[in-house]
């Protein structure tokens, strides 16, 4: 099991193989350290040694994340030493296969947009607007598909105007289903604007941990990516593999919770000029995230999760890093 521990005042121990949560130093539970997945703390409180060499020894992730929904740090296991995963993958910098890759993570961003397009077209009004936007994705594929493989920096700028206007037309197509309460006018990124941008960070967020610990597993490098350029602190690698799961598992659910009324504009407030949401509201978004991670569907003709699609795109990656696989992004059509 994935384990939460929110809000403040509240501290992680251990006592024997049981990680203990306490709230002004008494115990409010406790689970077996075999049982947990990964350890995703926020708001303020603490962790001992004990407990932290305890997740460690048994390859347990924890993560911290901020009252923003930013990654502040992740504690991972020992890494696999795959010397041979990360000589490819610097290797790569300079051949065709940087370029493919970037490609391919954006082109099955784009497919991943048009689905979701289309999807919403089915029960709405202005479905031939969708639509349109939709049939312009499909357009600015084939401008993609037609860019010839080279080293990423010699056409990483090209790759990046497709993917901008792209992003224009999915959310533009996206700001017509959105009820006007919400405020919401485009895709405002890290510093939130309004409440669907809140929950689209916070979602993003979630979802950056699962991919992190996925290539972190795969002995890649989080640090080199290919689309996204190396700088200093940036997990570069991580931010080209979440472009193909942003859609299906964190927009199609923010999506939903604002439109069935799961969620409400007095449920954020404003902290710094940033629209955060509230605690309540919170553990249902992350609560939702997780479920989506966990649900099943059928890709590539087999039963699987997104979690487990994840896992297969992070080895994905290094497979074909090493010649002995194709990589194709991880899209679905509807």
């Given at each position: 099991?994935?384990?939460?521990?929110?809000?403040?005042?509240?501290?992680?121990?251990?006592?024997?193989?049981?990680?203990?949560?306490?709230?002004?130093?008494?115990?409010?539970?406790?689970?077996?350290?075999?049982?947990?997945?990964?350890?995703?703390?926020?708001?303020?409180?603490?962790?001992?040694?004990?407990?932290?060499?305890?997740?460690?020894?048994?390859?347990?992730?924890?993560?911290?994340?901020?009252?923003?929904?930013?990654?502040?740090?992740?504690?991972?296991?020992?890494?696999?030493?795959?010397?041979?995963v990360k000589k490819e993958q610097y290797s790569a910098l300079n051949d065709y296969r940087s370029g493919y890759l970037a490609k391919s993570f954006i082109k099955a961003k784009i497919e991943n947009q048009k689905a979701v397009l289309g999807t919403l077209s089915k029960s709405r009004e202005n479905s031939q607007f969708l639509l349109e936007k939709r049939d312009n994705l499909t357009k600015l594929i084939s401008q993609l598909d037609n860019l010839k493989n080279r080293p990423v920096d010699d056409m990483r700028n090209n790759i990046l105007g497709i993917e901008g206007i792209a992003a224009n037309e999915y959310w533009d197509g996206i700001k017509t289903i959105i009820p006007e309460e919400f405020n919401f006018e485009n895709r405002s990124g890290r510093y939130a604007k309004d409440p669907v941008n809140s929950m689209l960070n916070y979602g993003y967020a979630i979802l950056q941990t699962n991919i992190v610990n996925s290539l972190y597993l795969a002995g890649l490098d989080i640090y080199c990516g290919y689309l996204h350029a190396e700088r200093y602190g940036r997990?570069?690698?991580?931010?080209?593999?979440?472009?193909?799961?942003?859609?299906?598992?964190?927009?199609k659910t923010v999506f939903s919770m604002v439109n069935k009324n799961q969620i409400k504009v007095d449920d954020f407030e404003i902290k710094d000029n940033i629209v955060i949401i509230g605690d309540d509201k919170r553990r249902v978004l992350i609560s939702n995230i997780m479920k989506k991670l966990k649900s099943n569907l059928k890709y590539n003709d087999e039963d699987t999760t997104y979690e487990e699609i994840i896992f297969y795109q992070a080895n994905l990656i290094s497979k074909f890093l090493l010649k002995k696989e194709q990589y194709i992004g991880f899209s679905l059509r509807w």
């Open positions: 099991m994935k384990l939460f521990v929110e809000g403040f005042g509240k501290s992680v121990a251990r006592r024997d193989n049981q990680i203990l949560i306490k709230e002004n130093d008494k115990i409010t539970n406790y689970y077996i350290i075999d049982d947990i997945e990964q350890l995703i703390i926020t708001g303020k409180g603490s962790i001992t040694f004990d407990a932290m060499s305890l997740l460690a020894s048994k390859n347990v992730e924890t993560i911290v994340l901020n009252w923003k929904g930013e990654v502040v740090y992740q504690l991972l296991p020992t890494q696999n030493k795959h010397v041979n997990m570069s690698l991580v931010f080209d593999l979440i472009e193909e799961f942003r859609q299906q598992i964190v927009d």
